[in-house]
T-cell receptor
Framework: EDQVTQSPEALRLQEGESSSLNCSYTVSGLRGLFWYRQDPGKGPEFLFT???AGEEKEKERLKATLTKKESFLHITAPKPEDSATYLC????????????????FGQGTILTVHP | DTEVTQTPKHLVMGMTNKKSLKCEQH?????MYWYKQKAKKPPELMFVYSYEKLSINESVPSRFSPECPNSSLLNLHLHALQPEDSALYLC????????????FGPGTRLTVT
């Protein structure tokens, strides 16, 4: 069974204080690892997909990296508008190399950036 | 355009009511999903449709009945719900089951009284 663990549960930063969020995962075969941002009462907003170890992707102040066991979401010089819950999810391969499309989510990291 | 729309935004219903949630996408995606999300928890998968056929039912109670009338629309019919069914209901779509990027709608906030 696929498992995803995110840490820390909550992170408070001052504006401009860079940090990283961790996503540890176990999966029989990784089809993809996904990062989403979710604001209160809204649907998750897609950020990044990573498919293989060593892959990195960037978007504005965010950079996602992937190893065989974990992914990091690095936030450089965050601003108050970066405050949100960040969700990590994995999609595993199934028998025969197929994928059902099911995502396994972590519990999320609640990020608060103070001005 | 990666927009998934959901209606209504908010819904309050009694335990004896029948209501429906609607979801629409015009990205040509052939996989569509219903999720349930409780406060401070991640989304929990309920149903998956692939090419308008039900592919996954995550042992959801029969008071929730999904329907996929065509490739752009997904409905969730609700009947005889319980107060514990109150949650944010999210719809998502992806190109197909192999293309894992799921794009989520804004959700419907459901309150069962």
């Amino acid at each position: 069974e696929d498992q995803v663990t995110q840490s820390p549960e909550a992170l408070r930063l001052q504006e401009g204080e860079s940090s990283s969020l961790n996503c540890s995962y176990t999966v029989s075969g990784l089809r993809g690892l996904f990062w989403y941002r979710q604001d209160p009462g809204k649907g998750p907003e897609f950020l990044f997909t990573l498919y293989s170890a060593g892959e990195e992707k960037e978007k504005e102040r965010l950079k996602a990296t992937l190893t065989k066991k974990e992914s990091f979401l690095h936030i450089t010089a965050p601003k108050p508008e970066d405050s949100a819950t960040y969700l990590c999810a994995v999609q595993g391969l199934r028998a025969g190399g197929t994928s059902y499309g099911k995502l396994t989510f972590g519990q999320g990291t609640i990020l608060t950036v103070h001005p | 355009d990666t927009e998934v729309t959901q209606t209504p935004k908010h819904l309050v219903m009694g335990m004896t009511n029948k209501k429906s949630l609607k979801c629409e996408q015009h990205m040509g995606h052939r996989a569509m999903y219903w999720y349930k999300q409780k406060a401070k928890k991640p989304p929990e998968l309920m149903f998956v449709y692939s090419y308008e056929k039900l592919s996954i039912n995550e042992s959801v109670p029969s008071r929730f009945s999904p329907e996929c009338p065509n490739s752009s629309l997904l409905n969730l019919h609700l009947h005889a719900l319980q107060p514990e069914d109150s949650a944010l209901y999210l719809c998502a779509s992806s190109q197909d089951l192999r293309q894992g990027v799921q794009y989520f709608g804004p959700g419907t906030r459901l309150t069962v009284t």
